[in-house]
């Protein structure tokens, strides 16, 4: 689904990154977001999210309710599948930073589905850490959107609206080798992507390492 996403939002490379790294707590615009600082999936493309798509994901993974599928935009109800991952995905592009709260509870936020901040106004390091990868240094707008599931723990599974089901470490790995397995074959459909990457970065090292690359090769040019 978000390679799909990217492809349809004319983007040419697509990254997957599993971040096992577990990031600060102290600092943090949004203290309920602290038990979502550690590990993540994280995807990457290199076409910039619009106003529009800022407001039509909101429908889509913003609400329990059933009339919140109203407009979806390109984003169709597949984006739900992010939700098998995490309660509470977030996606950075441009000067925005989104946190998506379908339950109403992570963030205090009793009425809204989430939070929108334009980033450059809040100084809190540790809300940002998650967010310096894919050469983004926070130094002006970033073109490019960043998609983050937070794994959701067995703490967070044990209280959850959305699915009780804990989605561990070694859940991402076995997710990545699956989609690994099949890209050679997805990525005959692809329109625009045409640079594909996974990686995974440990905690406590330096750099993320990548595992599995592909190009995609226009035999007709």
Known sequence: ???????????????????????????????????????????????EFTERDFESIQHVGGSLKRDAQAETGKFGLGFNAAYHVTDMPSVLSRHLLAFLD??????????????????????????????????NDFAGPFGGTIFRLPLRSAEHASA???????????????LLENFVGCLSELA???????????????????APTVRWQLRVRDEAR
């Open 1 to 47: 689904e978000a390679l799909q996403n990217a492809d349809d939002a004319g983007a040419g490379c697509f990254k997957v990154l599993l971040d096992l790294r577990n990031h600060g707590t102290t600092n943090l615009c949004f203290p309920g977001t602290a038990s979502f600082q550690g590990p993540a999936l994280v995807t990457y493309n290199d076409a």
């Open 102 to 135: 379908p339950s109403t509870k992570l963030l205090d936020n009793t009425s809204n589905s989430g939070v929108m901040v334009e980033w450059a106004e809040h100084s809190h390091t540790d809300q940002l850490a998650p967010y310096r990868i894919f050469g």
């Open 160 to 174: 959850s609206r959305i699915s009780q089901r804990a989605f561990s470490a070694a859940d991402a790995e076995k």
């Open 188 to 206: 005959l459909f692809l329109q625009c992507v045409h640079t594909l990457e996974v990686a995974e970065w440990r905690d406590g090292e330096a």
